[in-house]
């Protein structure tokens, strides 16, 4: 069967009168410019300015779909009833009745994932259930060779600042817009450049790394590698240190070397 296909995302309907507003003032991205874009990238902070989700935003009339992993679904439910209080919204898991597609082509009705608009992470839509193959082979690969992380799947929960999950490169979060949750950290890590450790590909010969493989250089831990396939994988480690290190970087006894692409702000060296 040929695309689109469908990737295994969960769907929330944020709907009433007061929907974009209240997702305003949570989510890192301004929905002022949603009606244009037709869809956005963005996440749910922690009040630390952590990654609570990231997400895809698309306009839905006067409210928003919201698509993410479905291991993430329930906490962004809860948080979100959390933070309604009195707002007039309604929130709705129409996981069962939408699908999310994608394509590494352009297929009708789709927008070039918002991460890379140039259409290098592929192409996206929501679309009624229907018969469509699972995707989620092809994309990994594509993810994977640009260089982008899964956040349900390379980091934990809370574990990483938005900044070092590349936010600011994927074009996932507004500096201009007015407050968000977590975004006095957000904006001290962006103005004093302190973001030293972030997601960055690694290369090696032979097989996939094993998902938490420590990326050493000599004795100095450096991080560790996440998600990947033969011979390159994404890691999370402290960069500056990696680029100023003197002795080659290590994991699980088989050297690994920094791929990082034109797009990643890379850090100072440091030791």
């Known amino acids: 069967?040929?695309?689109?296909?469908?990737?295994?995302?969960?769907?929330?309907?944020?709907?009433?009168?007061?929907?974009?507003?209240?997702?305003?003032?949570?989510?890192?991205?301004?929905?002022?410019?949603?009606?244009?874009?037709?869809?956005?990238?963005?996440?749910?902070?922690?009040?630390?300015?952590?990654?609570?989700?990231?997400?895809?935003?698309?306009?839905?009339?006067?409210?928003?779909?919201?698509?993410?992993?479905?291991?993430?679904?329930?906490?962004?439910?809860?948080?979100?009833?959390?933070?309604?209080?009195?707002a007039q919204?309604?929130?709705?898991?129409?996981?069962?009745a939408l699908a999310a597609l994608y394509e590494p082509e352009r297929f009708d009705g789709a927008v070039a994932d918002p991460r890379f608009p140039d259409g290098a992470l592929g192409w996206r839509a929501i679309a009624k259930r229907g018969e469509h193959a699972d995707g989620a082979a092809i994309y990994e690969a594509q993810r994977i060779a640009v260089g982008a992380p899964d956040l349900a799947?390379?980091?934990?929960?809370?574990?990483?600042?938005?900044?070092?999950?590349?936010?600011?490169?994927?074009n996932g979060v507004d500096f201009q817009k007015g407050c968000f949750i977590g975004q006095e950290n957000v904006s001290r890590m962006k103005r004093r450049a302190t973001t030293r450790k972030k997601f960055c590909p690694v290369v090696f010969e032979g097989d996939a790394l094993a998902y938490g493989s420590e990326i050493s250089a000599g004795a100095a831990v450096l991080g560790e590698i996440r998600t990947g396939a033969a011979g390159r994988a994404i890691a999370l480690?402290?960069?500056?240190?990696?680029?100023?290190?003197?002795?080659?970087?290590?994991?699980?006894?088989?050297?690994?070397?920094?791929?990082a692409p034109e797009w990643l702000a890379l850090p100072a060296p440091s030791v």
């Open 153 to 170: 799947r390379d980091a934990g929960a809370d574990e990483v600042f938005a900044l070092e999950a590349l936010l600011e490169e994927l």
């Open 237 to 259: 480690l402290r960069l500056d240190r990696a680029l100023a290190a003197t002795e080659s970087l290590m994991a699980a006894g088989r050297p690994v070397r920094l791929a």
């Open 89 to 96: 919204v309604t929130l709705e898991d129409v996981t069962d």
């Open 1 to 86: 069967m040929t695309g689109p296909f469908r990737l295994d995302r969960a769907l929330i309907r944020v709907s009433g009168p007061e929907a974009r507003a209240f997702l305003n003032n949570l989510l890192t991205q301004s929905l002022d410019r949603l009606d244009e874009a037709g869809v956005l990238y963005a996440a749910l902070l922690t009040p630390q300015g952590k990654v609570a989700a990231d997400m895809f935003v698309w306009a839905d009339g006067e409210g928003v779909l919201l698509e993410l992993d479905p291991a993430r679904r329930e906490d962004v439910l809860r948080r979100l009833t959390m933070y309604k209080l009195r």
